[in-house]
Each structure stands twice: as C-alpha cells, then as structure tokens.
C-alpha cells in the first residue's frame, strides 16, 4: 500500500528559485527519508529526519517534519538545473513487525529551467 | 568501496521465458530489498531478505515470483513465464542495518522488458 504521497506531482522553476515539496504519510513512522532520482537511475539517499526530530538541513535541503499532521517538506534553496530530477519520500512505518522496510510514494518530478 | 551492483542492465525476454536478476550488495551490508517501478510511478516493495532468510516477501507476487540472498554470492530475483505486465525497473537496495535507523543505497536497476 502506499504510504507517502507527494504534492505537487510535478514542478517547474526557474534556476535560483526556491523550490518545495510536500510529503504526506497515513501511519505512525520511526523516520521519513527523502530520495532523489535521475531519468534511468536508482534512488540516491538525500537525508533522513526522525521521528522525534522537526527540521534537519545538508546543504541547500531543509527538510521539516510535523508528525502530528503526518506530514513532510522538502526545500531545495537556489535550485540548479542539476537538481531537475524526481523526488521521493520514503517512511519506516511503526508496527511492522520485525520486518523493517521503506515504503516510497510517487514523487514529485521537479524541472530547474536555466 | 563500490556500490550496489546490478546487472543485467537491460533483459529483454519473451512472454514464457524466465528472467533472473542479480544483486550485489555493498561490502558489509547484509539487508537487500528488491523494489519495482513502473513508468511515471514510485518504487513498490517487493521482498526484503538478510542472508539465506527471507524476512518479508509481502510485495511479491504469489506465483512466478522467487528471491533468494545465498550465503554466498548475490541477490537473485527470478522471474518465471514472464508476461508484459512484468515489464518494468527492478531495483535492487542494501543496507548495514534496519531501516529504522539506516539509510537505502540503491544500485541502478534493471530494465525488463518482454515481449
């Protein structure tokens, strides 16, 4: 089952905007991670936030959590065009009994324009 | 240190014929997850599995679909009497640890298509 889902599906902006992604979850997580992906390629490992943690920055991304709305955001600062890709957010629900996994959502598809 | 290893990158197979994936692992990670996504779609669970054990295969499809992670050795998906709806990327995914404290790396998939 899906568990995160993106908002918006899909965003264009302009080199040096700002650009924001949200993430939204159904089940109570230990963390939520956020990945990226190229055209063709596999996922590349952003940055993880946990569940007791609210706002974690690496670089350019900040990435805020409110478990109480059950949801995520992505913010990448003065976009490139090297950071056109899609975005993924991917959570470790609770309770699964031993058997931890990832579940992703769909993504956002985001175009930096130079 | 090299990554995740997959390969085939590319399979082309007829409708009937069997597909088998391989997954290595990075150096020292005994957690491997097998994803599969399709066109404009996230990445779906398929199995979870530490070495000779399969921990979770919930994503896995009853019939056609096998996994193993041999004590030595790579990751295999296979993959019998393929149809075209099993056309799609498989990824293949390590880690040291759970994910509830670990991150994913991801090898860079395999293409199957049938035909």
């Known amino acids: 089952s899906q568990q995160g889902e993106e908002d918006p599906q899909a965003l264009s902006i302009q080199e040096g905007e700002n650009a924001t992604m949200n993430c939204s979850y159904k089940?109570?997580?230990?963390?939520l991670q956020w990945y990226r992906q190229n055209s063709g390629r596999g996922l590349v490992h952003l940055i993880l936030i946990r569940s007791n943690e609210r706002e974690k920055h690496s670089g350019r991304l900040r990435v805020t959590l409110d478990t109480s709305k059950k949801s995520s955001s992505l913010l990448i600062t003065a976009s490139r065009a090297a950071d056109t890709a899609s975005y993924f957010c991917a959570t470790d629900p609770k309770g699964q009994g031993g058997s931890e996994k990832l579940v992703f959502g769909k993504g956002t598809k985001l175009t930096v324009n130079p | 240190n090299a990554g995740v290893m997959q390969n085939p990158r590319h399979l082309v197979r007829r409708r009937g014929q069997e597909a088998r994936l391989r997954c290595s692992p990075m150096k020292g990670h005994s957690h491997v997850y097998w994803y599969r996504q399709l066109p404009e779609e996230g990445l779906k669970f398929m199995v979870y599995?530490?070495?000779?054990?399969?921990?979770?295969e919930s994503g896995m499809p009853k019939e056609r679909f096998s996994a193993e992670f041999p004590k030595e050795g790579p990751s295999i998906l296979r993959i019998q009497q393929v149809v075209r709806g099993d056309s799609a990327a498989y990824f293949c995914?390590?880690?040291?640890?759970?994910?509830?404290?670990?991150?994913?790396?991801f090898g860079s998939g395999t293409q199957l298509s049938v035909l």
């Open positions: 089940t109570s997580i230990n963390n």
């Open positions: 995914a390590s880690s040291p640890g759970q994910v509830f404290n670990e991150k994913l790396f």
């Open positions: 599995l530490q070495k000779e054990n399969i921990i979770d």
